[in-house]
T-cell receptor, first 114, second 114 residues
């Protein structure tokens, strides 16, 4: 069964450093997403990506964040100059391109900023 | 805009008792609704989905949910709780504009007492 894969599963970084979270969406899917879940809180939408560009972003997704699909398979989230409050679980997801299906989520990357 | 509201951040039941987790939605168009489960330190697992085919939806692990348009509800139930059901449960809806992002409720933590 196809699945969304995320690497690494856990990353620890020093405050102020840049991190790149990686995702491989399901191959024939068209929409890609990043979500964030701060410990003990709800899952929050960050950004959606379609046709090689951002289609929507939340107010959380400020200039510190960027996304890229560098090679047609990987989908990355870059966080520049990390802050303590960026510590969270980050989920990647994809959907085929129609809305009557669930988003397929990866297992997440736990980012810890120290 | 579409949204979901989960009533009760914590629910505690005894093993063998009925599980009822409440979710109400807000949508001007027929919604696509989902329930996800998240076990401690793990990712999001789809329990079930409503995509307008049948109002009573059966999912994994003995869970089911009924879509009630008149009550704008999509409550999750299980006749008999098991200890292994202890987890966080999220109701979610796909927004039917733009990038089809998934909007999550705040979550309900289910505790199961022996």
């Amino acid at each position: 069964e196809p699945e969304v894969t995320q690497t690494p599963s856990h990353q620890v970084t020093q405050m102020g450093q840049e991190v790149i979270l990686r995702c491989v969406p399901i191959s024939n899917h068209l929409y890609f997403y990043w979500y964030r879940q701060i410990l003990g809180q709800k899952v929050e939408f960050l950004v959606s990506f379609y046709n090689n560009e951002i289609s929507e972003k939340s107010e959380i997704f400020d200039d510190q964040f960027s996304v890229e699909r560098p090679d047609g398979s990987n989908f990355t989230l870059k966080i520049r100059s990390t802050k303590l409050e960026d510590s969270a679980m980050y989920f990647c997801a994809s959907i085929p391109g129609t809305m009557n299906t669930e988003a397929f989520f990866g297992q997440g990357t736990r980012l810890t900023v120290v | 805009a579409q949204s979901v509201t989960q009533l009760g951040s914590h629910v505690s039941v005894s093993e063998g008792a009925l599980v009822l987790l409440r979710c109400n939605y807000s949508s001007s168009v027929p919604p696509y609704l989902f329930w996800y489960v998240q076990y401690p330190n793990q990712g999001l697992q789809l329990l079930l989905k409503y995509t307008s085919a049948a109002t009573l939806v059966k999912g994994i692990n003995g869970f089911e949910a009924e879509f009630k348009k008149s009550e704008t509800s999509f409550h999750l139930t299980k006749p008999s709780a098991h200890m292994s059901d202890a987890a966080e449960y999220f109701c979610a809806v796909i927004e039917n504009t733009g990038g089809f992002k998934t909007i999550f409720g705040a979550g309900t933590r289910l505790f199961v007492k022996a």
